[in-house]
């Protein structure tokens, strides 16, 4: 959700977001998909990417969605947000977690 988010919202195209998990699952939560779309972002064509350790090292800025206290080592500055992963949620937690991803980004890109 936050790379279909940042990448709907930015305002320069010379920014992109890529996400990728430690654990990437097969698929897109179809609960994900949905509450996108409900807010008119379609990501029902991203694939889960495995995080490796090239995209850490061409990233100007990392960001992890989950807890840094559970999240794997890397070694770059990071950030963590800490927001829960959305598999096998309820469609109405999903929507308050891509609520907060979006206030998350839309801060993010005032930033850069």
Known sequence: MAEGLFNTLRKSKNVVAISAGARAASQIDSN???VMREIGIDISEQM???????????A???ILMCDSKVCP???KETES????????????????????????????IKEL
């Not at 889960?48 to 061409?58: F, S």
């Not at 947000?81 to 801060?107: A, F, Q, T």
């Open 81 to 108: 947000w800490g927001i829960e992963d959305c598999l096998d949620k309820p469609i109405g937690k999903v929507r308050e977690i891509r609520d907060e991803i979006r206030k998350k980004v839309e801060k993010l």
């Open 32 to 34: 994900a998909i949905e």
């Open 73 to 75: 080592v890397i070694f």
């Open 48 to 58: 889960p990417k495995q995080l490796a350790q090239e995209m850490v090292d061409m």
């Open 60 to 62: 100007d800025r990392v």
